[in-house]
């Protein structure tokens, strides 16, 4: 069954950056995309970005300038960088992987988030 | 972007009785090239992710009770527990995957009244 394990909660001060990584247990990393989303009690569930087996990615433009989001298939993990953060980025962080559907000659669209990791708790604070 | 509005924002029902809750989108999420709706909901509960209930709008994730059911096309969506156990307590949430980036509906919180 496939799982994806995320790290315990940080604590950042402002300006810092955010480095979370996301590990993928009993699955591979072709045929889907893998994603962060962020929630918060105010701006509830946020899309941040994703990227596939092949470091094809794709970002929020609310977050682009800030995001970076890479992939280590030998080491079964994918990252998320966030950078400088503020306190409006205070939010439990989840990673997940997301499905393709694929209909033909190689095209294929990018669907909903089947599996989620358990969510790492982020503070920003000075 | 798309945005996604849910009502109500809470809704309190009684166990065994019909809870139902809406999601419209401000633009169409059907897809006119496979004439499926790029639209899910989600369950959450207090400290858990999200856990996929319905896809394409009406499809039903593997190992969902049947008692939930989801329908609607274009730009209104309804999610619909039939008979309301006490272990669906939890927030729902619907999410658009027709457009990037993807966004989410504010959630609705069902207890039993």
């Known amino acids: 069954q496939v799982q994806l394990q995320q790290s315990g909660a940080r604590l950042l001060k402002p300006s810092e950056t955010l480095s979370l990584t996301c590990g993928l247990h009993?699955?591979?990393?072709?045929?889907?995309?893998w994603n962060w989303i962020r929630q918060t009690p105010g701006k509830g569930l946020e899309w941040i970005g994703e990227?596939?087996?092949?470091?094809?990615?794709h970002y929020n433009p609310s977050l682009k300038s800030r995001v970076t989001i890479s992939i280590d298939t030998a080491e079964n993990q994918f990252s998320l960088q966030l950078s400088p953060v503020t306190a409006a980025d205070t939010a439990v962080f989840y990673c997940?992987?997301?499905?393709?559907?694929?209909?033909?000659?190689?095209?294929?669209?990018?669907?909903?988030?089947?599996?989620w990791g358990k969510g790492t708790t982020v503070t920003v604070s000075s | 972007d798309i945005v996604m509005t849910q009502s109500p924002d809470s809704l309190a029902v009684s166990l065994g009785e019909r809870a139902t809750i809406n999601c419209r989108s401000s633009?169409?999420?059907?897809?006119?090239?496979?004439?499926?709706?790029?639209l899910t909901w989600y369950q959450q509960k207090p400290g858990q992710p999200p856990k996929v209930l319905i896809y394409?709008?009406?499809t039903r994730e593997s190992g969902v009770p049947d008692r939930f059911s989801g329908s609607g096309s274009g730009t209104d969506f309804t999610l619909t527990i039939s008979s309301l156990q006490a272990e669906d307590v939890a927030v729902y949430y619907c999410?658009?995957?027709?457009?990037?980036?993807?966004?989410f509906g504010g959630g609705t919180k069902v207890e039993i009244k």
């Open positions: 997940a992987r997301r499905k393709t559907y694929y209909y033909g000659s190689g095209n294929y669209y990018r669907t909903y988030m089947d599996v």
């Open positions: 999410q658009q995957y027709h457009s990037t980036p993807v966004t």
């Open positions: 990227i596939n087996h092949s470091g094809s990615t």
């Open positions: 633009q169409s999420v059907l897809n006119i090239s496979n004439n499926k709706n790029f």
């Open positions: 394409w709008a009406s």
């Open positions: 009993s699955g591979s990393f072709r045929g889907y995309y």
